[in-house]
């Protein structure tokens, strides 16, 4: 009894666990879309990148955020193992250096571009849709827009 209840933990422990490769791909950096300057004013977008082609999954796929002067807002890798998933994090501009842009002012439009490792190419904002996927919290209005602390939940579908 004992030993068959040892085991039953064992498997339940070994079944949610993150494998290394899983973690690894939940914390791996862009290396296509770099240079994000983290600001205080900061917004949370998660969801599933939907390619035509699923095989571009495969592909290594990063998502830059660029706002309309085209400063990169954020940048993450696209996790294949949990299914084309990404969360992101998009900073505001830093309103203590008003010289510098380092982000995306409130109320800016943001432009999603996906790079494909694979393809060697960029997909860029205008070949992508935005699709609302509230994930059970707020749904955005599309485009979408920068506002410091939003979380919301979209697709991207290509």
């Given at each position: 009894?004992?030993k068959?209840?040892?085991?039953?933990?064992?498997?339940?422990l070994?079944?949610?666990?993150?494998?290394p490769?899983t973690?690894?791909?939940?914390?791996?950096?862009?290396?296509?879309f770099?240079?994000?300057?983290?600001?205080?004013?900061?917004?949370t977008?998660?969801?599933?990148?939907?390619p035509?082609?699923?095989?571009?999954?495969?592909?290594g796929?990063?998502?830059g955020?660029?706002d309309?002067q085209g400063?990169?807002c954020?940048?993450?890798?696209?996790n294949?193992k949990?299914?084309?998933?990404f969360?992101l994090?998009i900073?505001?501009?830093?309103?203590?250096?008003p010289?510098?842009d380092?982000?995306a002012?409130?109320g800016?439009?943001?432009y999603?571009?996906?790079?494909?490792?694979?393809a060697?190419?960029?997909?860029?904002a205008?070949?992508?849709?935005?699709v609302?996927?509230?994930?059970?919290?707020?749904a955005p209005?599309l485009?979408l827009?920068?506002?410091?602390?939003g979380?919301?939940?979209?697709?991207?579908i290509?």
């Open positions: 009894m004992k068959s209840i040892f085991l039953s933990i064992v498997l339940l070994i079944t949610i666990c993150p494998r490769e973690a690894a791909a939940e914390t791996a950096k862009p290396v296509f770099t240079g994000v300057k983290p600001t205080p004013q900061s917004m977008v998660y969801g599933l990148v939907i035509n082609d699923v095989g571009m999954l495969n592909q796929l990063e998502i955020v660029f309309s400063t990169l954020g940048a993450s890798v696209v294949v949990n299914g084309g998933s969360i994090q900073y505001g501009d830093d309103l203590s250096t010289a510098l380092e982000g002012q409130p800016e439009r943001l999603f571009n996906i790079y494909s490792k694979g060697g190419k960029t997909i860029a205008s070949e992508i849709s935005q609302v996927n509230s994930y059970g919290n707020k209005r485009p827009r920068f506002e410091d602390r979380h919301y939940g979209m697709d991207l290509f």
